[in-house]
């Protein structure tokens, strides 16, 4: 079992396991006991699934559950972009299967029909040698999805599509191998936000961005060129670092994996 030949042959290598607590803990022990990176953690179920915030996620055997260690491949100050990257890789692997319908609701979620598919969780920490680890984390729902959320969600099963965890995570793992060349540190991030605004969900649209206790309405207008969601409200265009997003049709932020 293991990676695309096209994969292996950029350095990157990959773990599986029956059950873990979080691959996103497991990718981030390995990275503070010094492992180099490119390393990729799956696990056919989680026990201690987290989101965005401390939120716990449901991890039931079918789904994808994995996380991808980057060691030294970004500066903190550019890392948060890892995340678009990694929803456009997302969104492009899934986008022969699903169509138009796979859309990317702002920083990362993916969502069909509005209901929410699939989410990703980035961490970063401090390597033993003092270099800077990132962890991109992404849970798919391929065989089934929570029933008792306070938004809606599917799955691909749901959606007329077997597909296997491995066989999905094959496909990803080669595209965003190709999208972090392409994003070249930062160097390229300028064609990956364009990118991902074919993929966003609710441009142009009114919804709600939360930001802690504070919340605010307007028309969502975009990025910025480092990722910042753009919201025109009643009091002037804003520009959000970081928030949960709330459209049409789901009623709750969702933001996990």
Same mark, same amino acid.
């Given at each position: 079992? /293991?990676? =695309? ?5 950029? &350095?990157?290598? #990959? ?30 179920? !989680? ?53 138009? *319908?796979?859309?990317?609701?702002? =920083? ?12 990703? #969780?980035?961490?970063?920490? %401090?390597? !033993? ?5 990132? $962890?991109? /984390?992404?849970? $798919? ?5 929570? %029933? ?11 959606? &007329?599509?077997?597909?296997? =965890?491995?066989? #999905? ?10 999208? #972090? ?39 969502? *207008?975009?990025?910025?060129?480092? /990722? ?14 970081? /928030?949960?997003?709330?459209? =049409? ?6 933001? !996990?994996?």
């Amino acid at each position: 079992m /293991g990676l =695309p030949a096209s994969v292996r042959g950029r &350095g990157y290598r #990959l773990e599986v396991f029956d059950s873990l607590g979080s691959t996103n803990d497991e990718a981030m022990g390995r990275a503070r006991e010094g492992d180099p990176g490119r390393l990729w953690i799956r696990a056919a179920q !989680q026990t201690g699934g987290k989101g965005r915030l401390g939120r716990q996620w449901v991890s039931p055997a079918g789904n994808l559950y994995a996380s991808l260690l980057l060691v030294n491949a970004a500066t903190p100050d550019c890392a948060p972009q890892l995340g678009f990257v990694a929803g456009v890789a997302l969104a492009s692997t899934l986008a022969p299967l699903l169509g138009q *319908r796979a859309l990317l609701k702002w =920083p990362n979620d993916i969502v069909v029909g509005g209901a929410k598919l699939a989410g990703m #969780l980035l961490e970063a920490t %401090q390597t !033993q040698g003092g270099g800077f680890a990132c $962890v991109i /984390g992404v849970g $798919v729902n391929c065989a089934s999805h929570p %029933q008792d959320l306070p938004y809606p969600a599917t799955d691909l099963a749901s959606l &007329g599509l077997a597909v296997s =965890p491995g066989v #999905l995570l094959d496909s990803f793992a080669e595209e965003l191998a190709d999208r #972090l060349d392409q994003w070249d540190e930062g160097m390229g991030f300028a064609q990956i936000r364009a990118d991902w605004l074919t993929f966003a969900a609710g441009m142009g649209e009114t919804a709600e961005v939360a930001m802690g206790d504070q919340r605010i309405k307007g028309v969502l *207008r975009g990025l910025d060129e480092r /990722g910042r969601l753009l919201v025109d409200t009643e009091a002037g265009l804003l520009t959000i670092d970081a /928030g949960d997003v709330f459209l =049409p049709g789901l009623s709750e932020a969702s933001g !996990q994996r």
